[in-house]
């Protein structure tokens, strides 16, 4: 069972920064070509924010995914030889307040930004944002 664990969570004022990281207890470069963050609210869904999908180990791309709401504010990365992924937060507003998901996956999808296929989960770390 691979375990993730997320760090970088906390309490900051709107048009503040947050990075959040997400350490795999595998390799994601060869187990988890898909990682990213989904968010939920109380009395919501969990929703996608971002996710970064790394290509076979030949050509080794990149793509980066992101939610509506978070396009132009938060960027995802990764370090491979870390095993961590993170979110870089920027320009944080109150409608950002949830708890964030690390998730990862190792099959393959046409659609990365669906919930569905990511079957490893971290416990998550809560982000605040005052107005």
């Known amino acids: 069972q691979v375990q993730l664990l997320e760090s970088g969570g906390g309490s900051v004022q709107t048009g503040g920064s947050l990075k959040l990281s997400c350490k795999a207890s595998?390799?994601?470069?060869?187990?988890?070509?898909?990682m990213g963050w989904f968010r939920q609210t109380p009395g919501k869904e969990r929703e996608s924010v971002a996710i970064?999908?790394?290509?076979?180990?030949?050509?080794?791309?990149?793509?980066?995914y992101y939610g509506d709401s978070v396009k132009g504010r938060f960027t995802i990365s990764r370090n491979n030889a870390k095993n961590t992924v993170y979110l870089q937060m920027n320009n944080l507003q109150p409608d950002d307040s949830a708890m964030y998901y690390c998730?990862?996956?190792?099959?393959?999808?046409?659609?990365?930004?669906?919930?569905?296929?990511?079957?490893?989960w971290g416990q998550g770390t809560q982000v605040t944002v005052s107005s």
């Open positions: 998730a990862a996956r190792r099959s393959s999808t046409t659609q990365p930004l669906l919930l569905d296929g990511y079957d490893n």
């Open positions: 595998t390799s994601i470069y060869y187990n988890l070509r898909y």
């Open positions: 970064i999908y790394t290509q076979d180990t030949y050509t080794g791309g990149e793509f980066e």
